[in-house]
């Protein structure tokens, strides 16, 4: 459970996530802090930025996303991909999430709030994990240079 530390994990440490198996050592990586509401994308010179994010699932979804590592699978657009739109302007990052078909990051909902009054990040998506245009460019960018980030959900 803790290989990347040597099943040490009160001794050793890997503070920046780079030794985890799933995105390999010194590759691009993110991080989602459901406590914090933060999305940290760190990219492969170690440079992190850290964007708001929300898991603030829809009642009529698949529920929030368990905490665990999980691996990059693809990337989708819509034909109508815009900072409104349900997806915001960069598409989905979709996720290998067990039992979770489309698990994604994405943004959207910038001026338009959902049932509860959310808006942006904070507007409840379909169980994905919805975050800015800017975090979902950066993303998107790791991934098209050939470096999509693992992702770590933290509780």
């Given amino acids: 459970m803790y290989a990347y530390v040597g099943e040490s994990p009160l001794i050793e440490s890997d503070p920046r996530g780079l030794d985890n198996p799933g995105w390999g050592a010194y590759g691009a990586h993110a991080n989602f802090n459901v406590a914090s509401g933060t999305l940290t994308l760190t990219a492969p010179d170690g440079t992190q930025t850290s964007y708001d994010a929300g898991n603030n699932s829809a009642s009529t979804s698949r529920g929030p996303w368990p905490a665990g590592d999980y691996s990059y699978g693809y990337s989708t657009t819509h034909n109508d991909d815009a900072p409104d739109s349900s997806f915001g302007s960069n598409g989905n990052a979709v996720y290998n999430v067990p039992g979770c078909v489309g698990c994604a990051i ?28 800017d975090a979902t460019k950066l993303l998107h960018q790791f991934i098209n240079d050939g470096n999509a980030p693992g992702l770590t959900v933290v509780r």
Avoid at 106 to 116: I, N
């Fill in 106 to 133: 994405h943004s959207g909902h910038v001026d338009t709030p959902d049932k509860l009054g959310r808006k942006g990040p904070k507007a409840a998506p379909n169980g994905c994990i919805r975050t800015t245009d």
